[in-house]
């Protein structure tokens, strides 16, 4: 079944870096788009960014454009989210999503998520 | 962007039918079929639902339902469930060739 476990979380000061991972397995991960969706305490889903199933197409929310890059390592099967100029709002539940089919318009399955707090 | 707007709340008795509404714009919900809907128990992650608008992937109830009509989709679940107790939300693609969620409904079941 697929399964995708998120890690890289946890707690950084404001203007800092985090780099997310998720690994995935249970599916041919290089034949679909992933995403990453975001969720502040107490808030609703925040979609954050998208990869293509080739890595050729990057989509991002305009709160991460210029600041977060979305990667793929097809070798390793695993997501990446690089998140830098951080701040307090970037607070969240960072989930990785695998995509619906090989295009970036339909979040499927969800991991469980990591968590990022930004504070000083 | 902002969020799609979705009614904070609905509530249902057991055995009713709800309905929870999704509203955008003709440059989000209604220019496209690619409208999605989750389910999100507290704690835990969100599944999926309902995509491209009325679609059921396999193993969801067919209580479980979706349509689109211009800028607005709706969710109905049939039968309500105790089970079905949970946080809604809607998503969908836009013309930036970015995603936009709803900001969630909260059903109860009376």
């Known amino acids: 079944q697929v399964q995708l476990v998120e890690s890289g979380g946890g707690v950084v000061q404001p203007g800092g870096s985090l780099r997310l991972s998720c690994a995935a397995s249970g599916f041919t991960f290089r034949n679909y788009g992933m995403h990453w969706v975001r969720q502040a305490p107490g808030k609703g889903l925040e979609w954050v960014a998208v990869t293509s199933d080739d890595g050729r197409n990057k989509y991002y929310a305009d709160s991460a454009k210029g600041r977060f890059t979305i990667s793929r390592d097809d070798s390793k099967k695993s997501l990446f989210l690089q998140m830098d100029s951080l701040r307090p709002e970037d607070t969240a539940v960072y989930y990785c999503v695998k995509g619906w089919g090989s295009g970036t318009k339909t979040p499927d399955v969800w991991g469980k998520g990591t968590t990022v707090t930004i504070s000083s | 962007q902002s969020a799609l707007t979705q009614p904070a709340s609905v509530s249902g008795s057991p055995g009713q039918s709800i309905a929870i509404s999704c509203t955008g714009t003709?440059?989000?919900?209604?220019?496209?079929?690619?409208v999605s809907w989750y389910q999100q128990h507290p704690g835990k992650a969100p599944k999926l639902l309902i995509y491209?608008?009325?679609n059921r992937p396999s193993g969801v109830s067919d209580r479980f339902s979706g349509s689109k009509s211009g800028n607005t989709a709706s969710l109905t679940i049939s039968g309500l469930q105790a089970e079905d107790e949970a946080d809604y939300y809607c998503?969908?693609?836009?013309?930036?060739?970015?995603?936009?969620f709803g900001g969630g409904t909260k059903l109860t079941v009376l």
């Open positions: 998503s969908s693609y836009t013309s930036s060739s970015t995603l936009l």
């Open positions: 491209d608008a009325s």
């Open positions: 003709s440059s989000d919900v209604g220019g496209y079929k690619y």
